[in-house]
């Protein structure tokens, strides 16, 4: 059984496992600038600058990820009409969201016409929100059916090891779906702040605790069991 550095190594090997780690130096550091800024300018400067590298790098590891949703939508869109229509919907949100997060990150970094960044923004976040509405709307119908296929299984008084099993699967699906959820409203969050700003959502803590919990329950969707 692999001992808990075998799977720390395992997590970061993928994308999405430093991706979540990077996620969390953003969100920590965004947190610290906006604490020390008053009293210690120069920390926050430095908290700032972490802030940024973070935000950059994340974008320049997600180069090429929309081609994600394009194969989920080509190998595995759905069971249902439902849930195939919400899986495209849902996926092309998000392709929409990685594939304009390139030239933001040019744009960003100077290889673009700095003036495109905000126009490429607003885009990459306007896909992300749809991408993660539909998303969550899915998360939800599956997390309903699975409650009802629980329920079926428990009807049964003396249950088989066959549907013990399938019982601790739903419940471990129902688990990562939830954290799916609670990700993709976070997220959806800070995608709102981009594309219509309030104060709500604009605020530091709103964006730095929705950035937090979106980088923890991807940890705990990516950590190897």
Same mark, same amino acid.
């Given at each position: 059984?692999?001992d808990?550095?075998d799977?720390?190594?395992?997590f970061?090997?993928k994308?999405d496992?430093?991706d979540?780690l990077?996620k969390?130096? @953003?969100y920590v550091s965004?947190?610290v600038?906006?604490? %020390?800024?008053a009293?210690?300018? =120069?920390? +926050?400067k430095?908290?700032? @600058?972490w802030e940024? +590298?973070?935000?950059?790098s994340?974008k320049?590891?997600r180069?090429?990820r929309?081609?994600?949703g394009?194969?989920v939508l080509?190998? $595995?869109?759905?069971s249902t009409?439902?849930?195939r229509l919400?899986? %495209?919907?849902? $996926?092309a949100?998000?392709?929409?969201?990685?594939f304009f997060?390139?030239?933001l990150?040019?744009a960003?970094?100077?290889t673009?016409?700095? $003036? !495109?960044?905000?126009?490429?923004s607003? /885009?990459?976040?306007?896909g992300e929100?749809?991408?993660?509405?539909f998303? /969550?709307?899915a998360?939800?119908? !599956?997390?309903?059916?699975?409650?009802?296929?629980e329920?079926? !299984?428990?009807?049964?008084?003396?249950?088989?090891?066959?549907e013990?099993?399938? #019982? @601790?699967?739903?419940?471990? =699906?129902r688990i990562m779906?939830?954290?799916? %959820?609670?990700?993709?409203?976070? =997220?959806?969050? /800070? +995608?709102?702040a981009e /594309?219509?700003p309030?104060?709500?959502c604009n605020h530091?803590?709103?964006l730095? #605790?929705?950035g937090l919990?979106?980088?923890w329950?991807?940890w705990?969707? $990516?950590?190897p069991s």
């Amino acid at each position: 059984m692999n001992d808990t550095v075998d799977k720390l190594v395992i997590f970061l090997a993928k994308r999405d496992g430093i991706d979540k780690l990077v996620k969390t130096f @953003q969100y920590v550091s965004k947190l610290v600038n906006w604490h %020390v800024e008053a009293t210690q300018p =120069d920390i +926050a400067k430095r908290f700032k @600058q972490w802030e940024v +590298a973070s935000g950059l790098s994340r974008k320049a590891f997600r180069t090429g990820r929309f081609l994600t949703g394009f194969n989920v939508l080509r190998r $595995n869109p759905g069971s249902t009409l439902s849930l195939r229509l919400l899986a %495209v919907l849902a $996926n092309a949100g998000e392709m929409v969201y990685f594939f304009f997060d390139h030239f933001l990150w040019l744009a960003r970094i100077g290889t673009l016409d700095a $003036n !495109l960044a905000k126009k490429m923004s607003y /885009i990459s976040a306007f896909g992300e929100s749809v991408g993660y509405v539909f998303f /969550i709307i899915a998360d939800f119908i !599956l997390l309903r059916e699975g409650v009802k296929a629980e329920r079926k !299984l428990r009807r049964s008084k003396e249950k088989s090891t066959e549907e013990e099993k399938e #019982i @601790q699967k739903i419940r471990t =699906d129902r688990i990562m779906r939830l954290m799916a %959820v609670a990700a993709n409203v976070a =997220d959806l969050l /800070i +995608a709102v702040a981009e /594309i219509e700003p309030n104060p709500f959502c604009n605020h530091t803590i709103t964006l730095g #605790i929705s950035g937090l919990v979106s980088a923890w329950a991807g940890w705990y969707r $990516n950590w190897p069991s």
